[in-house]
């Protein structure tokens, strides 16, 4: 890397834009289906897929968009028979599963399969989301916006060619239209989406399957997880989106995965389909930078601390155990993916490799004069606001991972009773009975699950870290008054938050006794300090630089697209569908070591540690395994588990169906391998790969585990290998 520029001539040139043009190849993106056919599908076919565009994306035909759904806005999942049954993951059925366990029947432990239709349950609140089209509205979005008008006038501009679009488009009247900024919002795209929402939780395996190695395999590869649970989508007699009612049909959707029992081998073509959430592929060497070296390595250490508190309390103590299993996993998935994501930028060079870029970018500026003008200070002023913004980003992350409420808890408490005086100034008593009603409700909630022994040390622990790590300007006066552990002494032995009974009655009050009564509130005041350097010190600096980088950053977007008119682009993820393509392939994690492509169930057996609240196996399992009773789904005397390709995804993607070269489902996506956590800043397909269930895994869990055989019945397994 050294010898960059001594050898910068034209052949270098060459090599270079060689690497560039590869850097955007099979693996890396999550493209559009719309442009799929001028986009990828010379290239998918290359790798070995069998369709066409049209069987992907049509709008003329039912294709394989019609059988992927967006799940309750966060996840994925796939239609799988003509009777609307769609797979989406354990984790992302979890809440909906909790939500109709108890003690008795207790689907979370034990599992649980509707025998029939009507024993099938609702979900209030959650819907599935099918995109019927997708077209650019670029031109029309940005019809009459000139380069030099006023920021606010452009945005009046937009705003109202947003609604002509929107209030013109053709549709039928069920359907809904939403237009999204794609590429820094360089082009806007619409998608005319159906929407039901009648979900029904239809089954799922014990979490001893579902969940099988917990935070533990998180983020893990070799995985053994059976990350999968059923649903069924029901509309109204018209076949179309309506309201629960006993009375709703299960849906007869325009398109489903027929399912390969075939499994997957060594360098097969995979295409997984679904709504990733958020990346940020194009930022500059400085953003990436200061990810790995200031906001990862921050926000890691002050969850070291809380997890290591929540941890030592959960190994000794069962109750706590109980009550910190969601807020821990929750804490430790963002967590760990940072370590890994830091860890992979750093052993993948990623800022030098994004400098090489960034060098390539100049040079060919150069070379274009016109460009030049337009883009040559792009990246100098990014470098300038970069540098500016790290003392203000660093601070920024560590209060707000203190004060966020997910570490130390009392702050979500204090981020209540905020919430409550803010009602009461704003809009009288009338607003704070109506926030109060919620509030209330989550009380119950949160004080289930509150240790204040465990929160007080996590605590002593933050507020000590943040005195000696946040710079002097930003600390609140409480703390050099006070040290950590005597203001948790008084907090917590004092504070009205500490009892669930203390605070609703002080809710009871009304708005003005209850505003006087927190004013006096020792954990109130020190919150309302922090807050008071976020909102008045921290934020406002933040946004000012944040806007100019945002400015630089769609111009950046605008540069490259201009400079390289020959590469692809794909945009970064927003939460819309894509679909990203690749191919079984095994990898290197480190020397001397490389991870295979597919787990047996041999390893779950591997990994069995019995009574282990991650590890424990299902006596049932043991004796399939031991009887190797597997029935049409096994593999030469094995029952395969998860695969890995090199698909690019991301949050989001779980759920997402993977496909096979004919479109026929081979597993779903549910997992990244800890060392290509980096994918969202930086893809490096010698080491970025998926983890998916195998979908055998999850039919014979259904069929042989569960006995669940009249769901199998629904589906429509095929042999495309043979
Ligand atoms: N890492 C996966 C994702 O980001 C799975 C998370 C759920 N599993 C867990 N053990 N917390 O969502
Ligand atoms: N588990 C993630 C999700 O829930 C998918 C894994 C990833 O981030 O790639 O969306």
């Known amino acids: 890397m050294y010898t960059f520029k001594i050898i910068r001539a034209r052949h270098f040139w060459f090599l270079l834009s060689a690497f560039i043009a590869t850097s955007a190849f099979a693996g890396e993106g999550m493209w559009l289906p719309f442009l799929l056919k001028s986009l990828n599908e010379t290239e998918m076919k290359s790798m070995g897929m069998k369709m066409n565009a049209e069987d992907i994306y049509s709008v003329n035909q039912g294709s394989l968009k019609d059988a992927v759904v967006h799940f309750g806005g966060f996840c994925t999942a796939e239609v799988i028979s003509d009777q609307g049954l769609i797979l989406t993951n354990h984790h992302c059925g979890y809440s909906s599963i909790q939500s109709h366990s108890t003690l008795e029947k207790n689907y979370l432990k034990n599992g649980f399969w509707a025998p029939n239709h009507e024993a099938e349950i609702p979900n209030p609140g959650l819907f599935a989301t099918f995109i019927i089209r997708i077209e650019d509205v ?66 799922s395996p014990p979490e001893s399957i579902g969940k099988f190695g917990a935070d533990t395999d998180n983020w893990v590869w070799p995985r053994h997880t059976g990350d999968f649970s059923v649903f069924r989508i029901y509309a109204g007699p018209d076949n179309r989106p309506a309201a629960y009612s006993p009375d709703n049909k299960p849906l007869i959707p325009r398109h489903f995965f027929p399912i390969s029992l075939d499994g997957v081998a060594e360098g097969d073509f995979t295409l997984v389909f679904g709504f990733p959430g958020k990346t940020n592929e194009y930022l500059p060497s400085y953003a990436v930078d200061q990810i790995a070296n200031v906001i990862d390595p921050e926000r890691i250490e002050i969850r070291n601390i809380s997890l290591g508190i929540m941890d030592k309390h959960m190994r000794s103590e069962p109750d706590a155990r109980l009550a910190y299993a969601v807020k821990y996993a929750g804490l430790a998935n963002s967590w760990k993916k940072w370590i890994g994501e830091a860890q992979g930028l750093k052993t993948y060079h990623a800022v030098q490799k994004k400098k090489n870029l960034e060098l390539d970018f100049i040079d060919e500026l150069q070379r274009k004069k016109s460009l030049c003008k337009e883009y040559g200070e792009i990246l100098p002023s990014m470098k300038r606001l970069y540098k500016e913004i790290e003392p203000v ?325 095929v042999h495309p290998k043979s």
Request: one cysteine or more; glycine letters at 6%; charged letters at 25%.
């Open 138 to 203: 670029t031109d029309q979005v940005l019809e009459g916006v000139k380069t030099d008008m006023e920021v606010k006038e452009k945005q009046t501009l937009i705003d109202a060619n947003l609604n002509l679009i929107k209030s013109t488009t053709t549709k039928e009247q069920w359907q809904d239209v939403m237009i999204k900024p794609f590429f820094e919002a360089n082009q806007y795209y619409m998608f005319v989406t159906e929407t039901y929402n009648d979900v029904r939780y239809v089954g």
């Open 393 to 717: 980003v660093k601070n920024r992350t560590i209060l707000s991972e203190v004060i966020g409420g997910s570490n130390i808890e009392l702050f979500r408490l204090t981020l209540y009773a905020d919430r409550l005086v803010n009602a009461f100034k704003q809009n009288g008593e009338d607003g704070f009975q109506k926030m109060a009603t919620r509030t209330l409700a989550q009380l119950d909630d949160f004080y289930k699950d509150y240790r204040k022994d465990v929160d007080k040390e996590i605590f002593v622990a933050l507020i000590s870290h943040l005195s000696v790590t946040v710079s002097p300007e930003y600390l609140p006066a409480y703390l050099a008054k006070y040290k950590s552990d005597d203001l948790a002494e008084k907090i917590y032995s004092q504070s009205i938050w500490i009892f669930k009974e203390k605070f609703a009655e002080s809710i009871q009050k009304g708005g003005a006794s209850f505003s006087s009564l927190v004013n006096d509130d020792m954990a109130f005041q020190l919150f309302e300090e922090l807050k008071e350097i976020m909102d008045s010190d921290l934020s406002p600096a933040y946004n000012v630089l944040n806007d100019s980088i945002q400015i630089q950053q769609k111009s950046y977007m605008a540069a490259l697209m201009a400079v390289y008119p020959d590469r692809r682009f794909w945009p970064d993820a927003n939460n819309t569908m894509r679909f990203t393509y690749g191919q079984v392939e095994p990898y290197t994690p480190r020397d001397g070591v490389e991870y295979k492509t597919q787990t047996y169930l041999d390893g779950v057996m591997e990994k069995y540690k019995p009574g282990d609240y991650e590890f424990d196996v299902d006596p049932r399992l043991i004796s399939l395994y031991e009887n190797k009773d597997y029935g049409q789904y096994g593999e030469n005397g094995k029952m395969p588990v998860c695969f890995i390709a090199s698909n690019h995804t991301t949050g989001g993607n779980s759920g997402s169906p993977a496909i096979d070269a004919y479109g026929n489902l081979i597993g779903i996506n549910f997992d990244r391998v800890w060392e290509g956590t980096m994918s969202d800043l930086f893809y490096d397909k010698s080491i970025c790969r998926n983890i998916m269930v195998d979908v055998r895994y999850i039919l014979f869990i259904i069929d042989k585990f569960a006995g669940a055989g009249n769901l199998i019945e629904e589906m429509k397994l």
